[in-house]
């Protein structure tokens, strides 16, 4: 079956440093990624996209990679604030296009001061 | 603009007793979802609906059922809830062209069957 899933469950960084998340996923049909962070308490936040025909996105502070050889995607976080203490999950759409989104299990981030 | 609006946001259900979460948006979106979001877990698909009249089954569609009446709602129901139903509800719309930023989430209804 599709799957999406998360390599580490927790991630610990300092203060101003790099962050890197990473997920793996099954569904080599999917054209589209997606991730989203989510507070402690709240719903799912957009962070950013891509398309499966991109490797690579920017947005602010944060940079999507997309490697389709081995299926995996990455969300770099530039100088990490304690505001992205966070839980960040990605998510594909598979093979279809009605907008079902398949999760990943999810990394928490946490940033130490 | 609300965005996407659930109730309630808490809900303490005996087995065996019944209810239904509300969802609505006043986005005017034709596609709306219900997930469902276990402890240290990434989001699992209940239903879904692409337009108003029609709905369909997602990942773990068992013990729910939904209606899709009018475009701005989309209400899940739980006929006889079970302890393995409490979880953290979460409903999300989006338009025509699926991309993220256009996928928005309700802040989650906490559903606690004891």
């Known amino acids: 079956g599709e799957s999406v899933g998360l390599h580490l469950p927790t991630l610990s960084v300092q203060e101003g440093d790099n962050s890197i998340i990473n997920c793996a996923y099954s569904?080599?049909?999917?054209?589209?990624f997606i991730w989203y962070k989510q507070e402690s308490g709240k719903g799912p936040q957009f962070i950013i996209d891509i398309r499966s025909n991109m490797d690579k996105r920017q947005g602010q502070r944060v940079t999507v990679l997309l490697n389709k050889t081995v299926k995996h995607l990455s969300l770099q976080i530039a100088a990490t604030q304690p505001g992205d203490s966070a839980v960040y999950f990605c998510a594909e759409t598979g093979s279809s296009n009605t907008g079902k989104l398949i999760f990943g299990q999810g990394t928490t981030l946490q940033v130490k001061p | 603009n609300a965005g996407v609006t659930q109730t309630p946001k808490f809900r303490i259900l005996k087995i065996g007793q019944s209810m239904t979460l509300q969802c609505a948006q006043d986005m005017n979106h034709n596609y709306m979802y219900w997930y469902r979001q276990d402890p240290g877990m990434g989001l699992k698909l209940i239903y879904y609906s692409v337009g108003a009249g029609i709905t369909d089954k997602g990942e773990v569609p068992n013990g729910y059922n939904v209606s899709r009446s009018t475009t701005e709602d989309f209400p899940l129901r739980l006929e006889l809830a079970a302890p393995s139903q409490t979880s953290v509800y979460f409903c999300?719309?989006?338009?025509?062209?699926?991309?993220?930023?256009?996928?928005?989430f309700g802040e989650g209804s906490w559903l606690t069957v004891v």
């Open positions: 999300a719309s989006s338009g025509e062209v699926v991309s993220g930023n256009t996928i928005y």
């Open positions: 569904n080599s049909a999917s054209d589209y």
